[in-house]
């Protein structure tokens, strides 16, 4: 079991840089993968991001690579996304999710336990 506490987002401008968090309770945190995701209104949840436990593998959608990247600091059980060069279409809902399984996957439906979620505009 563990809980995801998520924080960051706001209002950005094309081209801004933003970094969104995510902090998970319990000592096995490192031992999870964990993803993040995003849902614009009216779409379906989609993958961004994800890294397996051991940080080996680290998958990014198309639409985020060469801007986004994933990165963790298992001293304070928590895991960011490092977001560059903003676009309108990056607008969503973001959030992280873990894995006990500890397989980077792009599925949602593989990731038990999810944040709350941190709300993300960028305008043009």
């Known amino acids: 079991q563990v809980d995801l506490v998520q924080s960051g987002g706001g209002l950005m401008q094309t081209g801004d840089s933003l970094r969104l968090s995510c902090t998970g309770s319990?000592?096995?945190?490192?031992?999870?993968?964990v993803g993040w995701f995003r849902q614009a209104p009216g779409k379906e949840r989609e993958f961004v991001a994800a890294q397996s436990w051991s940080g080996a593998t680290v998958d990014y959608a198309d639409s985020v690579k060469g801007r986004f990247t994933f990165l963790r600091d298992n001293a304070v059980k928590t895991v960011y996304l490092q977001m560059n060069n903003l676009k309108p279409e990056d607008t969503a809902l973001y959030y992280c999710?873990?894995?006990?399984?500890?397989?980077?996957?792009?599925?949602?439906?593989?990731?038990?336990?999810w944040g709350q979620g941190t709300q993300v505009t960028v305008s043009s």
């Open positions: 999710a873990a894995d006990p399984a500890g397989m980077a996957t792009i599925r949602p439906s593989e990731y038990p336990y």
């Open positions: 319990g000592r096995s945190f490192s031992g999870y993968a």
